[in-house]
């Protein structure tokens, strides 16, 4: 059949197959279905209790597809840091210990053996030049080493890694993997780890059409927009599906943007307030990162507090005491543990003992995101802007142990496109302000300010105190429903009359990139 070079893989499809003749068939009647099915929410959708709405759901078929395709397709540990999150979920599952003790190995036998059985360690950073083993002679030695009478150790691992110093949360969740292949090999444990994945990729999914729902007062075009956006975008599939703590934090990330919309549009309902703060606790117990979002959160309970008609808001102030003491009773706890438990609180970045420079700091920032000027000291490694590279390459789709891209042609298009959407997203603010979107505004604007400023501080410590770059694009993911949000806005602006159009259009090429991602997973692991 006809050819099609999309990115750096080559896509044949035959023509002459039935199953590829239906697929295609299924695929072109199915889009227009799913913006048909929302295309009547130009206006507000009328509540429907007990029904997942159908774009909604036929979304989430796709994205668990496309979530199962990745768990499978990338090779065992070719994502970033995967060994060493797999071997602390691990300990856990194995002995309920947290990973870091002195003296024990960084992963158990099991594990290292399983690694070298594929090359999985040597071909990090370089699967083109040392590719994972896939001959027969190789699996056939693994298997038998593995049914042997004197099994490999699982828990004689435990030591420190970087990963070890992480709050425990994401690696609960990921042990049920271990258990429940508990009897399998490595590669079993991995992958059914990874497909426990999808499950959040399927939750950070539901919690944009919610957040979308909320923002944008159940427009279904919008919320298809914005959920499809994050659900489908390659580099929040790669990274829900790799064993890494980053796939729950774009979960709750997620589900806190929504429920701080919810705070702030409903007068700071109790249910919501408590949910909004025990969200946020589950993200710091996730990844230090997510202390960026406890002022974010604040914000909005103040936000929603002061909606409340005065002579309620004493009456509600104990309502946000109570949410404040969900948010701090699990977070004090880890403060209290982690140092006895081989965890940190905050990051294990160390600066070299060298001061922060306020000016030096900003010297950074305008260097990461303009270009240098003649009189300030060069800070970054990077040729040219970091935030090309940071965050519209990395952001968008470098696979692997980042280091499997696609055509640049594609990061250009890519760049001009979300450029034209940030422009356009300031111009309908200016001029279609809505009453009380100042609030909303002020609540996103400031989750953003939040994480970009301790990412930015935490890599001008590692700069000062010697260290290379630090920041990768995953680390922007958990705002990716804020980049929903904002294609969403753009939609629901349309014409009416090529709404639908834009929006089957937004959902082929989030298609495509998936495609061309998937295919240079492919063409650099397996071709």
């Known amino acids: 059949g006809p050819a099609l070079r999309v990115g750096m893989a080559t896509v044949t499809v035959d023509t002459r197959s ?51 395709a990745w768990a499978l397709l990338v ?14 979920a691990q300990s856990l599952a194995e002995s309920f210990t947290l990973p870091g003790a002195p003296g024990r190995l960084p992963v158990s036998a099991d594990i290292s053996f399983a690694d070298g059985a594929v090359g999985a360690g040597r071909g990090a950073f370089f699967p083109r030049f040392s590719p994972p083993v896939w001959s027969r002679a190789a699996a056939a030695e693994y298997a038998a080493r593995e049914s042997g009478s004197d099994p490999l150790s699982r828990t004689n691992g435990g030591g420190a890694t970087n990963a070890s110093t992480n709050p425990p949360l994401y690696y609960l969740f990921a042990a049920i993997g271990t258990w429940i292949d508990h009897g399998g090999t490595a590669f079993g444990r991995l992958y059914t780890t990874r497909l426990l994945g999808v499950v959040l990729l399927l939750l950070t ?45 774009m979960t709750t990330w997620t589900f806190a943007l929504w429920l701080g919309a919810r705070v702030i549009n409903r007068a700071a309902q109790r249910v919501d307030a408590v949910a909004l703060c025990a969200v946020t606790a589950a993200a710091i117990l996730v990844k230090a990162t997510s202390y960026a979002l406890v002022a974010p959160a604040l914000l909005a309970l103040l936000l929603g507090w ?7 808001r004493r009456h509600a102030a104990g309502h946000l005491t109570l949410a404040v003491g969900v948010l701090l009773a699990p977070v004090l706890a880890w403060v209290a543990l982690a140092p006895g438990l081989g965890g940190t609180t905050l990051t294990s970045v160390s600066s070299g003992g060298h001061a922060f420079n306020v000016r030096q700091f900003l010297s950074y920032v305008w260097q990461f995101y303009l270009p240098r000027l ?3 000291t060069p800070l970054q490694t990077w040729p040219d802007l970091a935030v090309w590279h940071v965050w519209l390459r990395g952001g968008l789709g470098t696979f692997g142990w980042l280091d499997v891209s696609l055509a640049p042609w594609i990061y250009a298009v890519a760049g001009i496109a979300i450029g034209g959407i940030g422009v356009a997203v300031v111009i309908l603010l200016v001029r279609r302000r809505s009453p009380g979107a100042g609030a909303l505004l002020a609540f996103f604007a400031l989750c953003l300010v939040a994480l970009l400023g301790l990412l930015h501080i935490t890599e001008y410590r590692v700069l000062i105190g010697g260290g290379g770059p630090f920041l990768q694009g995953r680390y922007l993911l958990p705002l990716v429903s804020l980049f929903g949000l904002a294609v969403g806005l753009v939609g629901g602006h349309l014409p009416i009359r090529v709404r639908a159009p834009a929006a089957v259009l937004v959902l082929v090429v989030l298609l495509t990139l998936q495609v061309a991602s998937l295919g240079a997973v492919a063409q650099a692991y397996y071709l």
């Open 18 to 68: 039935t199953s590829s003749r239906l697929a295609a068939r299924w695929v072109c009647s199915t889009l227009p279905t799913m913006v048909v099915a929302v295309q009547r929410g130009s206006a507000p959708a009328a509540p429907r209790r007990g029904l997942v709405p159908r774009g909604l759901g036929v979304l989430l078929v796709l994205v668990t597809i496309i979530g199962v």
């Open 75 to 88: 090779p065992p540990w070719q994502t970033p840091d995967e060994l060493n999150h797999f071997a602390y």
């Open 205 to 249: 999914t539901t919690a944009a059409w919610l957040l979308a729902g909320e923002v944008f007062a159940r427009r279904r075009l919008a919320q298809l927009l914005c959920a499809a956006t994050v659900g489908l975008l390659p580099m929040a599939t790669f990274m829900s599906t790799s064993v890494n703590p980053d796939a729950l934090l």
């Open 306 to 312: 002061r909606r409340r008609p005065r002579e309620e």
């Open 374 to 376: 003649p009189f300030l």
